[in-house]
């Protein structure tokens, strides 16, 4: 029983093909061929081609693989925020037959020492501005090369000269350090093209990227992602789309990091197959500078999570941004708050369309219809090739608009966790189906809702409370500018709802909260507790961490 299919938009194929493509690789290769003369990435008013992307990349790859020595599936570790060098490194790593170990810059010296150990990697290449952070835990590594690259190393002179200065004088952005046996990028480059080189033959079943959770629940784990998982998402993200995207590729805007899953398939990956530019945004948490950076670009989509949108429309020079080629702005990473989907409508004149995925499948297993005119607070449909089941905690299937986990098996799904085969089947039935951890439910036409995560649900009286539905109301509400719900242990109900607000306005009261709450939730589900804060903590692509919230407010 697949209900969804019988809601699926003319032309959606029930399965797709990976047979096209050997590897993330060989996609690259035939997009280089299709596009050469058009822009790929675009940053700081710089525009690399496809022919470019394609020089830089055999110049990197061969460095890899004929300086250094490195043999297939070596691990290769990128630390950087969204930088030209950011692509040319992936793309390099990948043509290179060797893994991409995708690092968030932002990692304390303790995550990041356990990520390179855990993955293996033996190579790093890493912005500047985070070098003081290797520093600390390179000597406690497996780490025996270091390619170091500075902000502005891909700029035309004398930009890349300002700006690297800029950065580390003026600004004082790149804390000292000392890493005697680093190269510069620029170096590795020059010393690549001594060399020829053709792109290494990687399969389906060879690992592309060792792609880490956020590890909200302990250390951090590597979730496998082959060559198979990568093209079939891409694949299906592509079915998805082309009616919409049509021939004609435009500019997308990148605004999560390219070391997100999101941001890397569907920007990197599946628009650069598509033969779209990807207009690189360095620091997206400047509202200021990047509503004014995109002001006068002329973008025909946008990806995002709940929280960036809403800092965009918060902003007030965003309604004077140019929409005028706007057709798909998708959201997901978190649930998009009701809110925010119709200001933006109200703000672009387009819908914003939820999708829904996990780093463990690739990331895209649910999307919304693209002819969605309106938000309809769901997380869309199982797309190509793709199945998804709700499941009880025996992981047996539930019934139509039953409420359970949600379970996905498609061709995207992870191999497993790199070297953790306990915590693989814990989450990976013999049968191949991906237990989400997310809690859901399923309706007669086949679209999915998110009702929450497991660990996050807040249980009242016997009664199941999930805080995204909480946050989602009171986020109506003119006066509130972000808010965060979490569970707090309660004497008469077991547990009681605590909703930690960010004010818009000044003025915003309990008083009118809870009025607010009574309104539109049935009274178990009221915060009995309302904390003011100036700022909720979020992780570097904006969602909001409950579990920091509950550490700060709940069991401190």
Not at 59 to 85: F, H, I, S, T
Not at 98 to 114: D, G, M, S
Not at 462 to 474: A, C, D, L, Q, T
Not at 512 to 531: D, G, M, Q
Request: aromatic letters at 8%.
């Amino acid at each position: 029983m697949k209900p969804w299919l019988n809601s699926y938009p003319a032309g959606i194929p029930e399965t797709i093909s990976i047979d096209e493509y050997s590897s993330v690789a060989d996609v690259f290769d035939q997009s280089v061929k299709k596009y050469a003369e058009l822009p790929a990435f675009s940053n700081f008013g710089k525009s690399l081609t496809f022919r470019e992307m394609n020089k830089y990349t055999a110049q990197l790859g061969a460095y890899l693989k004929n300086e250094l020595g490195l043999k297939k599936g070596d691990r290769v570790a990128v630390m950087m925020p969204n930088l030209l060098q950011n692509p040319i490194a992936i793309f390099a790593i990948l043509r290179a037959g060797l893994v991409v170990v995708n690092t968030n810059p932002l990692y304390t010296a303790r995550e990041l020492k356990h990520q390179l150990n855990d993955s293996g990697a033996e190579t790093i290449i890493i912005v500047e501005n985070f070098c003081h952070v290797l520093q600390d835990v390179v000597a406690e590594t497996g780490i025996k090369n270091i390619i170091v690259t500075r902000m502005g190393d891909m700029l035309p002179f004398p930009k890349s000269a300002i700006i690297n200065l800029v950065v580390k004088y003026l600004k004082k952005m790149v804390p000292v350090y000392h890493l005697p046996n680093a190269v510069m990028f620029k170096q590795a480059l020059n010393q690549g093209a001594k060399h020829p080189f053709v792109t290494v033959a990687s399969n389906h079943d060879d690992i592309a990227f060792l792609q880490y959770t956020g590890g909200t629940t302990g250390l951090s784990k590597g979730a496998m992602l082959t060559n198979k998982n990568m093209v079939a998402n891409m694949q299906q993200a592509s079915a998805w789309i082309k009616d919409l995207v049509g021939n004609k590729p435009e500019i997308i805007i990148t605004a999560l990091p390219l070391y997100h899953i999101f941001s890397l398939t569907a920007n990197c990956l599946t628009f650069m197959k598509q033969g779209w530019m990807n207009y690189l945004i360095t620091n997206p948490r400047d509202i200021n500078g990047f509503v004014k950076e995109i002001k006068n670009i002329q973008f025909a989509a946008i990806t995002g999570v709940n929280t960036l949108f809403n800092g965009l429309l918060n902003h007030p020079d965003f309604k004077n941004v140019d929409f005028s080629r706007l057709i798909l702005t998708l959201g997901g990473g978190m649930s998009v708050q009701h809110s925010v989907a119709q200001r933006w409508k109200e703000t672009t004149g387009k819908a914003l369309i939820e999708a829904y995925g996990l780093t463990e499948t690739s990331p895209a297993a649910c999307m919304n219809p693209m002819n969605l005119k309106d938000f309809n607070g769901m997380i869309g449909l199982p797309i190509s090739s793709t199945e998804v089941s709700i499941q009880n905690d025996d992981w047996n299937e539930l019934g139509i608009g039953e409420v359970g986990e949600i379970c996905i098996r498609g061709p995207q799904v992870m191999q497993g966790y790199w070297k953790r085969p306990k915590e693989t089947a814990n989450v990976l039935s013999p049968d191949g189906w991906l237990h989400t951890g997310d809690i859901g439910v399923m309706n007669e036409q086949g679209f999915v809702k998110i009702v929450d995560r497991k660990k996050d649900m807040i249980l009242v009286s016997g009664f199941n409370v999930y805080p995204n539905e909480i946050e989602s109301v009171i986020a109506e509400l003119p006066g509130v500018l972000e808010v965060g719900v979490v569970g707090k242990p309660d004497e008469k109900s077991g547990e009681s709802v605590m909703a930690i607000i960010v004010k818009k306005d000044p003025e915003l009261s309990e008083n009118t909260i809870k009025n607010f709450c009574r309104e539109n939730l049935t009274a178990y589900k009221i915060p009995r507790t309302i904390i003011f804060a100036d700022e909720l903590p979020k992780t570097n692509v904006g969602k909001i961490l409950r579990r920091e919230l509950r550490d700060k407010y709940v069991n401190h």
